[in-house]
């Protein structure tokens, strides 16, 4: 009578790569979820070797890092792959773009440094599209946040409505053509771009009816007070 | 003309405000967006449900392929809205949009709409509306597309027959593509006689039916007096098409990777098509008569080049019975082998109660987990498995799940229905007892105290173009009665019944689809009242309303001399014409009454492909033929990469 077999030891990675990719256009609606089922069937049609975890299930060896909030366009995302062949890292990136879909374009791909790269990801750039928003008021509003201590917002959690200071979080916001420009501090709570909407139509009630805003992040990194670093080549 | 620029940038802002944006957004891997202008011939199919349910469908995915693979043909798909982007769409006056360029759906020539359920019709209207779409066929203008249905639902749209234009019974792939042709020469033509001139050319030609070309006539006690043709030369009897020689139409073959979850994710391949078990609640075997196989062969190639092309991990050989393949048992060893070392999982929908189907769902699962198997023995007692011509005795459920248990699976799940013609109380209360049997025999074979089985029970609906198209569908109250009853004799049963989980559907959905599945054209007007009231997604039980549903029933058919019940709970005469006899599946119409008196008689029917043919009337009647193997072939060589 035939059992079934212990599942097989897998072996250990034997190339960890970095991955910076985009959300771009119409992706800017796909969730880290969707993006990773996506991604995972990329690598399986772009035939990358991916090393697996070991167990029942095995699963390819990922690790995705800080997602952006589904809506919300990136030009920063990062993702660490184990392979169990090495590959080189710009044949992978380009075998991947060609099976991802639209709008989820890989940027870069660099074998890992040592060390980790969610402790590189301490900070965010953001673009903050907002047409409707009148510009003086938002430079007003601007102004009064970062002349405030601090900034009380409320975000509907899974858990109910939670309440955070955003102020601590915001490193720089500036008044650009497009909308603004914001670097936050990626903590605990996360600061998201819609809790500093949230701060600026708190402080400035004229914003609240200037339809939707939409953002986009453009950077990831270390932020050492005048830029955001590059995590994969510094 | 139509605008034919993209409604996307009017989309976006709505879609930063609603559940799931990124199921709109089209874009996936495999989704093809051709020019607007550079085909001749331009279909928006739709699977009348959200994106999670509709873009795996099957039938979908395939006549996407054979349209888009000519160049003078472009095909984009269109879903159901949730109704939180369909308030802003009507609020903004965004109209229904395709997924692939999100061009307006009344752009195009052709709405082709994929009913597996009666009970998306509702969504149906829906889509209409937000199309800016005349809701019935007779408003529509030579601007509006044709709106034609299929599926399964089709063969009798006699309930949507005022809301489309022609609806096409069988396999689609060479319909579409002679409907496609008829439309290239009219359009080249000039559009000759307009609209009316293209219908007309579709009905004679037999591609499709197009319902405004038949008078219904009532007699006074409110049945249908007669069906007839009001136009020369359209035939009296419609018949469906049937797909021969599948392994030349190998599709899909590079379906749509979804980047929004939906309710599967495998590449499947449909390993054969037609079922002729008989079994006689069964619309789906009796319409997809006869049987024709998919080579070994081409089932290989499809699954290598499918998960290329897909980077899907997951493959499923689909059919309505899949162990009876003729070659099923390579298929699976010969899969299992190729894909040993690879992650990828394989999976049959596995059915049939024998020891042959636990070695194959032990070859398939090698590499994986052996939770649990399916099995599907739909009556309780075996006197109501004669009736229905499912042939299963309970020895062989005892000794196929033992055999399961004995070599390593851990839980069985029973497929059974309620309200099947002659049952009584007894026979659902038998199926507790045949739970805690097989619980019993699970423990005797594996030694082990940890075996589960799920029971999981829906009511029967009565549909048309079957041998229980004449029987009066069981009330919901007795219905409901009989389900609380089996899972009280389960919970009371101090033994096993913890180890016995019983799934139901309560009957009302069942009611409202028995509605459907057998209405005529008056059922519309209860279709229409329901949507207008706001009934859309009924297929969701957050969205079903049974109370809606009763009120417009009784309120559009009162008037009219006949009610839910005379559609649904009453028997019907063998004399009585029927809303679908004009509608040809092939199957001969004393047949399928025979085989119901053979089914009252408990008398079963063996299955054509081993048993000698027994006149069901499909093959001579449709030039159709069985094809089955064995080809004695294996699955190609794999190629070196």
């Known amino acids: 009578m035939s059992k079934r077999q212990p599942p097989k030891q897998q072996p250990p990675p034997v190339q960890r790569l970095r991955v910076r990719y985009a959300k771009r256009g119409r992706a800017r609606f796909a969730s880290h979820r969707d993006f990773g089922r996506a991604f995972e069937r990329a690598l399986r049609r772009a035939g990358i070797p991916m090393a697996f975890s070991s167990g029942f299930n095995p699963h390819p060896r990922i690790s995705y890092l800080n997602a952006a909030p589904t809506g919300a366009a990136s030009e920063a995302e990062y993702v660490e792959l184990g392979l169990a062949e090495s590959r080189e890292p710009a044949q992978v990136r380009d075998a991947l773009n060609a099976a991802m879909p639209t709008g989820l374009n890989i940027v870069e791909v660099v074998e890992a440094s040592g060390g980790s790269l969610a402790a590189d990801l301490t900070a965010s750039r953001w673009l903050i599209e907002w047409p409707q928003a009148d510009a003086a008021e938002l430079a007003a509003g601007v102004a009064e946040l970062l002349a405030a201590t601090s900034c009380e917002v409320q975000r509907q959690s899974k858990s109910g409505l939670r309440s955070f200071d955003v102020r601590p979080a915001v490193l720089e916001l500036k008044v650009v053509p497009a909308g603004l420009n914001l670097v936050g501090v990626m903590g605990e709570p996360l600061l998201r771009p819609s809790d500093v909407v949230t701060a600026l139509r708190q402080l400035r009630p004229q914003l609240v009816d200037t339809g939707t805003a939409l953002f986009s992040r453009l950077e990831q990194g270390r932020w050492d007070g005048q830029q955001v670093g590059d995590p994969l080549n510094q | ?641």
């Open chain 2, 1 to 641: 003309m139509t605008e034919t620029t993209s409604l996307y940038p009017r989309l976006e802002s709505l879609l930063t405000q609603v559940n799931k944006p990124v199921q709109y957004i089209g874009g996936e891997v495999n989704s093809v967006n051709k020019p607007f202008g550079s085909a001749e011939v331009r279909w928006a199919l739709m699977y009348p449900d959200a994106y999670e349910v509709g873009q795996p469908n099957q039938g979908l995915a395939i006549l996407y392929e054979v349209l888009n693979e000519r160049d003078w043909i472009l095909a984009e798909r269109t879903f159901s809205i949730w109704p939180d982007l369909a308030t802003l769409m009507r609020r903004d006056q965004v109209p229904q949009f395709t997924w692939e360029s999100h061009l307006p759906v009344s752009a195009f020539d052709v709405l082709g709409v994929s009913f597996s359920t009666e009970l998306g019709y509702t969504n149906l209207l829906e889509a209409l509306d937000l199309a800016q779409i005349p809701l019935h066929a007779a408003e529509r203008s030579e601007a509006d597309p044709l709106v034609i249905v299929g599926g399964h639902a089709a063969f009798n749209p006699e309930p949507i027959a005022d809301f489309i234009d022609a609806a096409v019974f069988g396999d689609g792939e060479e319909a579409a593509l002679a409907i496609s042709a008829l439309i290239r020469d009219w359009k080249a033509a000039g559009r000759p006689d307009g609209r009316h001139g293209l219908l007309l050319s579709l009905a004679i030609k037999g591609l499709a039916y197009v319902p405004a070309f038949y008078d219904v006539t009532y007699a006074a006690d409110a049945t249908i007096a007669a069906i007839a043709p009001n136009q020369p030369d359209v035939p009296a009897r419609v018949a469906k098409h049937v797909l021969l020689e599948l392994d030349n139409w190998p599709y899909p073959a590079k379906p749509i990777v979804p980047l929004a979850e939906t309710v599967h994710e495998r590449y499947s391949v449909e390993i054969f098509r037609g079922c002729s078990r008989g079994c006689r609640f069964c619309q789906a075997g009796m319409i997809s008569r006869p049987v024709r196989e998919r080579s070994i062969e081409t089932v290989g190639t499809m699954v290598e080049c499918g998960l290329a092309a897909t980077g899907l991990d997951e493959v499923g050989l689909l059919s309505l019975s899949s162990a009876d393949h003729s070659e099923i048992g390579e298929i699976s060893r010969q899969l299992a082998d190729r894909y040993a070392d690879s992650f990828v999982s394989l999976s049959l929908p596995s059915t049939r109660v024998d020891a042959f189907n636990i070695d194959l769902a032990n070859q398939l699962s090698r590499n994986g987990r052996r939770s649990g198997l399916t099995f599907a023995p739909e009556g309780g007692s075996e006197r109501l498995r004669r009736v229905i011509n499912k042939q299963v005795s309970e020895t062989d459920l005892l000794s196929t799940v033992g055999t399961a248990f004995g070599q390593g699976w851990r839980q069985v799940k029973l497929y059974f229905m309620c309200g099947l013609p002659t049952e009584t109380d007894e026979d659902v209360l038998a199926i507790a007892d045949l739970a805690a049997r097989v619980i019993e025999s699970g423990r005797h074979a594996s030694g082990s105290r940890d075996i589960r089985c799920t029971i999981s029970i829906g009511g029967f609906v009565p549909k048309a173009h079957t041998p229980f198209q004449w029987v009066g569908q069981l009330d919901v109250e007795t219905v409901d009665r009989r389900l609380r009853a089996l899972k009280e004799k389960v919970r009371e049963d101090r033994r096993y019944g913890r180890f016995i989980s019983v799934k139901y559907h309560d009957g009302k959905p069942g009611q409202i689809e028995g509605l459907l599945s057998r209405g005529d054209r008056r059922v519309g007007k209860v279709i229409e009242a329901v949507w207008r009231d706001g009934g859309i997604l009924d297929g969701w039980s957050e969205h079903f309303s049974f109370d809606r549903w009763t009120a417009a029933a009784e309120a559009e058919l009162t008037p009219l001399g006949v009610n839910l019940g005379w559609y649904t709970t009453r028997e019907r005469p063998r004399s009585e014409v029927l809303a679908w006899d004009h509608l040809d599946s092939g199957l001969d119409r004393d047949w399928l009454w025979q085989d119901y008196q053979d089914g009252l008689a408990e008398a079963e029917v063996e299955d054509c492909r081993w048993a000698g043919c027994y006149d069901c009337g499909v093959c001579p009647d449709l030039g159709a033929e069985i094809q089955i193997g064995p080809t004695g072939r294996s699955l190609l060589p794999l190629r070196q990469v």
